[in-house]
């Protein structure tokens, strides 16, 4: 964040691109790289961090579960043993959402840093979670 000169202000949705993406690409996949690369994200000090000191309304990334994988011991413990601690804590305790396979290539290539984040759902009736979202980034 210091490099692109942005900070996060309370109401904020901070998108993490751990660069995954680029892997599943519009003519296949590259299931190898993407193994290697989607379990990376963040522990529970930075969404923590994101929510209480920030005050990030939502918290996204490019990969599949948002919290690296396997989580540190401590951050499993604090979260009752949970194997995703992160969504414990974003989603249970905080009611702060998390947004997951983002593409976040072009907003990197376009070094597109802060944006008005729109994000439209499907009308599919009767779909309370999991559901594919129409996010748009206007500058």
Do not use: C
């Not at 976040?104 to 840093?113: C, G, K, P, V």
């Amino acid at each position: 964040m210091r490099a692109q000169n942005i900070d996060v202000s309370p109401g904020s949705v901070a998108l993490i691109r751990t660069g995954t993406a680029r892997y599943w690409g519009a003519n296949g996949s590259d299931h190898t790289k993407i193994g290697q690369h989607d379990s990376s994200g963040i522990g529970l000090k930075a969404a923590k961090w994101l929510v209480e000191q920030k005050g990030a309304l939502m918290i996204g990334s490019d990969t599949s579960g948002l919290e690296y994988v396997p989580p540190k011991p401590e951050d499993s413990q604090a979260m009752g043993g949970s194997f995703n601690p992160v969504h414990v804590y974003l989603l249970t305790e905080q009611g702060v959402h998390i947004l997951e396979f983002n593409n976040l290539e072009q907003l990197a290539a376009d070094r597109a840093y802060e944006f008005a984040y729109i994000l439209s759902t499907n009308a599919i009736r009767g779909t309370v979670a999991g559901t594919a979202l129409r996010p748009i980034a206007l500058r």
